[in-house]
């Protein structure tokens, strides 16, 4: 499994531990142990010229992802094949901001924010009730069994 992190938000970030993170991801949600995902750590101004590029919204964003393969979770029988999940950029600033005002720490942000770019990649949405409701109990479910705690509580723009 290729798993990358390219920290270029000036911020110090526990890389290793989003790394391992992706690591349970994929194999929870049988993921092939070579699909590829790229991890981009931005600054405020690269992540408001990516949404605005992305997603014609102007403004910094927490997290954007974008798939590559379109590949989805897999099972015991039969995992992901083989390919490019995609690429994840995460802003540790706007990140920072989201983690104080719900009370928990940054790098707790930053985990929910991998976690849920993540599982975009993989195709989960939660522009509607139902979809919201299944892509935040996965969340929830893969933070709690990661870091053997409470999941934070959601911050998504």
Known sequence: MSIEVNNESGVTVDEAQLVALARFVFERLYIHPQAELSILLVDEPAMEKLH?????????TDVLSVPMDE?????????TPQGMLGDIAVCPQVAEVQARN????????????????????????????????????????????????????????
């Open 102 to 157: 719900a009370g928990h720490s940054t790098q707790d942000e930053m985990l929910l924010l991998t976690t849920h770019g993540i599982l975009h990649l993989l195709g989960y949405d939660h522009a509607d009730p139902e979809e919201k409701e299944e892509m935040f109990g996965l969340q929830r479910e893969l933070l709690e069994g990661f870091t053997g705690k409470e999941a934070p509580s959601e911050t998504m723009q």
């Open 71 to 79: 590949l989805t979770p897999g099972t015991p029988d039969k995992p």
């Open 52 to 60: 605005l590029e992305l997603m014609d919204e102007p403004g910094a």
